[in-house]
């Protein structure tokens, strides 16, 4: 069974940069969409970014376009996301999530089945 374990939040400010990584346990982890979403106080979970198995396929909320790139190392069992002038109201728990099934980079968290804890990202400004 894959786990997933998020790891590189931090404070940044406005403006800067940060990078998180998404660790997987488990093979089969290479062969499943894997997304990020984010959660911030009183508000839903919502999609950020997601990437197929191969990498060939990446989505990205509007908001973070741009400025936000993901990518998968599947050698290294791992997702990262790369964030490029973070807003402070991008400040919230990001979490990486296993899509169950397909190749599709779907956006609604109930296609994932997996998930990591969180990391904390928080965003001055």
């Known amino acids: 069974q894959v786990q997933l374990v998020e790891s590189g939040g931090g404070l940044v400010q406005a403006g800067g940069s940060l990078r998180l990584s998404c660790a997987a346990s488990?093979?089969?982890?290479?062969?499943?969409?894997t997304a990020w979403f984010r959660q911030a106080p009183g508000k839903e979970r919502e999609f950020v970014s997601g990437?197929?198995?191969?990498?060939?396929?990446?989505n990205y909320a509007d908001s973070v376009k741009g400025r936000f790139t993901i990518s998968r190392d599947n050698a290294q069992y791992t997702v990262y996301l790369q964030m490029n002038s973070p807003k402070p109201e991008e400040t919230a728990v990001y979490y990486c999530?296993?899509?169950?099934?397909?190749?599709?980079?779907?956006?609604?968290?109930?296609?994932?089945?997996?998930w990591g804890q969180g990391t904390q990202v928080t965003v001055s400004s």
């Open positions: 999530a296993k899509r169950s099934s397909g190749s599709l980079v779907g956006i609604d968290p109930r296609e994932y089945d997996t």
């Open positions: 488990g093979r089969t982890f290479r062969s499943y969409t």
């Open positions: 990437i197929n198995w191969s990498g060939g396929t990446t």
